[in-house]
């Protein structure tokens, strides 16, 4: 209705119609919600397929395309709470969320207490899955929202919708917008790894795209391997994430003289120490960055390298540092002929080549190579090292999907509880795609012309039109666009008295 209401007359009649008003918006929602359902013949009784020819979540995609630009190779994936309209009736026991034990959530330490309440006569009612239904919302379930900026955790009633949001490419400088590329919804006790596949596999299959990189956050990566990393690989694709503090442990590795540290395997023994690198924290300075990455850098001279990927066999190949020639050891002849200073930095910084402290007849790891189960491996490989500025980069590119979550709640959108008023996941789904075209559309208008222009491509087809008629009618208001007034606005920054008294 906001684009609509800044159409000129003439760019009403071409696309189609010279009113709009809220009638065709909600006779069109009820069209496409029931559209998506199956039919029955009042004269034979006979089940009809739905008239629309794909399926709901194909056809939501489709709706929150925007064709100016195709999809970034590198996708931020994030999922917001949408709670559903309908008042809760009930509590599972100890008002704890329904998830089965073999689910790998982490329930707040803050709900293990919650007291239990009187439930409505007849809920929860139990589903066909197994799952519990505490409202008349018979798709709403329950989920678990971890606590955010020193607030405590909760159980919300309702869905998780998973966006996938552009992100700025491998190496360019030109920055991407946030725009919401696949909207995928999901009832709230729905794994979070398992929709965030249904998520990628949506944009392949209407798309026809498939990014190489997924930026996502602890909610996705620290899930199981079966849920996350094993499906993320067989489709080809690449995560970046962050490490929880639970996964920063030290571990044995599968090679005497081994051990798994922040997602590297390391050669560690009695001669070989690797400090311990700090946590990252949102609020830390660029030196503390320096000195991770640093530290992380002079780490990884003796991590061992995954090769010759197999995906057939399920294997891949633990390559030693100085079969890589990453370190020198006495212990392999080949590596000891390499040099010690391996380049130069831009910066003027020396990136040497480490001399190992093994004596020469020691059983040490850096020359060994092993092939191991890639199921054993998966889930905390990153084609980026943890810490390091190019990791600092890309996975920096994933603040984007919070971005367009802001968009989407706040600035564009105005979204909260209560804004959808149907019950449902169908037609919750549809409602959420039009709340997510208007953002995304809402988002394009109001880019500036320099950066719509290079972002496209093409000319901005937002600026005033000299041929246009409506332009010149006095009687009709032109609609807003990026071109501004003719004259430059008075700067009243900072405040001045002639300012204020202006």
Same mark, same amino acid.
């Given at each position: 209705?906001?684009?609509?209401?800044?159409?000129?007359?003439?760019?009403?009649?071409?696309?189609?119609?010279?009113?709009?008003?809220?009638?065709?918006?909600?006779?069109?929602?009820?069209?496409?919600?029931?559209?998506?359902?199956?039919?029955?013949?009042?004269?034979?009784?006979?089940?009809?397929?739905?008239?629309?020819?794909?399926?709901?979540?194909?056809?939501?995609?489709?709706?929150?395309?925007?064709?100016?630009?195709?999809?970034?190779?590198?996708?931020?994936?994030?999922?917001?709470?949408?709670?559903?309209?309908?008042?809760?009736?009930?509590?599972?026991?100890?008002?704890?969320?329904?998830?089965?034990?073999?689910?790998?959530?982490?329930?707040?330490?803050?709900?293990?207490?919650?007291?239990?309440?009187?439930?409505?006569?007849?809920?929860?009612?139990?589903?066909?899955?197994?799952t519990l239904i505490h409202s008349v919302d018979g798709d709403a379930r329950d989920q678990v929202q971890t606590g955010k900026n020193l607030s405590p955790g909760n159980i919300r009633l309702g869905y998780e919708a998973h966006f996938l949001v552009d992100s700025r490419e491998a190496g360019s400088d030109l920055h991407a917008p946030p725009v919401i590329r696949v909207l995928h919804l999901a009832p709230g006790s729905t794994h979070r790894g398992i929709a965030g596949i249904e998520s990628l596999d949506g944009m392949r299959r209407v798309l026809e795209r498939t990014p190489d990189e997924v930026m996502v956050d602890r909610g996705y990566s620290n899930a199981k391997v079966e849920h996350w990393a094993a499906p993320l690989f067989e489709r080809g694709l690449r995560q970046v994430f962050d490490l929880h503090p639970n996964n920063r442990g030290v571990a044995p590795g599968p090679i005497k003289g081994t051990r798994w540290r922040d997602g590297l395997l390391l050669v560690s023994d009695k001669v070989t120490k690797?400090?311990?690198?700090?946590?990252?924290?949102?609020?830390?300075?660029?030196?503390?960055?320096?000195?991770?990455?640093?530290?992380?850098?002079?780490?990884?001279?003796? *991590?061992? /390298?995954?090769?010759?990927?197999? @995906?057939?066999?399920?294997?891949? =190949?633990?390559?030693? !540092?100085? #079969?890589? &020639?990453?370190?020198?050891?006495?212990?392999?002849?080949?590596?000891?002929?390499?040099?010690?200073?391996?380049?130069?930095?831009?910066?003027?910084?020396?990136?040497?080549?480490?001399?190992?402290?093994?004596?020469?007849?020691?059983?040490? *790891?850096? /020359?060994?190579?092993?092939?191991? @189960?890639?199921?054993?491996?998966? =889930?905390?490989?990153? !084609?980026? #090292?943890? &810490?390091?500025?190019?990791?600092?980069?890309?996975?920096?590119?994933?603040?984007?999907?919070?971005?367009?979550?802001?968009?989407?709640?706040?600035?564009?959108?105005?979204?909260?509880?209560?804004?959808?008023?149907?019950?449902?996941?169908?037609?919750?789904?549809?409602?959420?795609?039009?709340?997510?075209?208007?953002?995304?559309?809402?988002?394009?208008?109001?880019?500036?012309?320099?950066?719509?222009?290079?972002?496209?491509?093409?000319?901005?087809?937002?600026?005033?039109?000299?041929?246009?008629?409506?332009?010149?009618?006095?009687?009709?208001?032109?609609?807003?666009?990026?071109?501004?007034?003719?004259?430059?606005?008075?700067?009243?920054?900072?405040?001045?008295?002639?300012?204020?008294?202006?």
């Amino acid at each position: 209705m906001h684009v609509a209401d800044g159409l000129t007359p003439s760019q009403r009649r071409e696309v189609g119609f010279t009113r709009c008003d809220y009638h065709h918006v909600e006779y069109a929602f009820k069209t496409l919600a029931n559209a998506g359902d199956e039919r029955i013949c009042l004269g034979n009784g006979k089940v009809k397929n739905p008239r629309l020819q794909m399926s709901l979540d194909d056809f939501i995609i489709r709706l929150i395309e925007t064709p100016e630009v195709p999809p970034t190779s590198r996708q931020a994936l994030d999922g917001t709470l949408i709670e559903t309209h309908a008042r809760r009736r009930s509590w599972a026991k100890h008002a704890k969320a329904d998830y089965e034990k073999t689910d790998d959530y982490l329930v707040p330490g803050d709900l293990e207490g919650a007291p239990k309440v009187s439930n409505t006569a007849g809920f929860p009612r139990v589903s066909a899955d197994g799952t519990l239904i505490h409202s008349v919302d018979g798709d709403a379930r329950d989920q678990v929202q971890t606590g955010k900026n020193l607030s405590p955790g909760n159980i919300r009633l309702g869905y998780e919708a998973h966006f996938l949001v552009d992100s700025r490419e491998a190496g360019s400088d030109l920055h991407a917008p946030p725009v919401i590329r696949v909207l995928h919804l999901a009832p709230g006790s729905t794994h979070r790894g398992i929709a965030g596949i249904e998520s990628l596999d949506g944009m392949r299959r209407v798309l026809e795209r498939t990014p190489d990189e997924v930026m996502v956050d602890r909610g996705y990566s620290n899930a199981k391997v079966e849920h996350w990393a094993a499906p993320l690989f067989e489709r080809g694709l690449r995560q970046v994430f962050d490490l929880h503090p639970n996964n920063r442990g030290v571990a044995p590795g599968p090679i005497k003289g081994t051990r798994w540290r922040d997602g590297l395997l390391l050669v560690s023994d009695k001669v070989t120490k690797h400090d311990a690198v700090s946590t990252r924290s949102p609020l830390e300075s660029h030196e503390v960055k320096e000195k991770r990455a640093e530290a992380v850098a002079r780490r990884h001279a003796f *991590a061992f /390298g995954f090769e010759d990927w197999n @995906p057939e066999r399920g294997t891949v =190949r633990l390559v030693g !540092p100085a #079969v890589r &020639g990453q370190v020198r050891c006495v212990n392999h002849p080949a590596s000891m002929r390499l040099k010690a200073v391996k380049q130069h930095s831009r910066g003027g910084r020396r990136i040497t080549r480490p001399t190992t402290n093994h004596v020469r007849g020691d059983d040490c *790891a850096c /020359g060994k190579t092993k092939v191991v @189960p890639i199921l054993d491996v998966i =889930r905390f490989y990153q !084609p980026y #090292v943890w &810490g390091s500025p190019e990791w600092e980069r890309a996975y920096g590119a994933r603040n984007l999907s919070e971005t367009a979550n802001s968009n989407f709640k706040d600035h564009h959108g105005r979204f909260a509880k209560g804004s959808i008023k149907v019950l449902g996941r169908n037609k919750i789904a549809l409602a959420l795609a039009f709340f997510v075209d208007a953002v995304n559309a809402r988002l394009i208008i109001s880019m500036p012309t320099d950066f719509f222009e290079r972002w496209t491509g093409s000319a901005d087809p937002y600026l005033p039109d000299p041929d246009d008629p409506a332009w010149t009618d006095p009687n009709h208001q032109p609609p807003a666009t990026r071109a501004g007034p003719a004259t430059g606005a008075p700067n009243t920054w900072p405040a001045t008295l002639e300012s204020i008294t202006t």
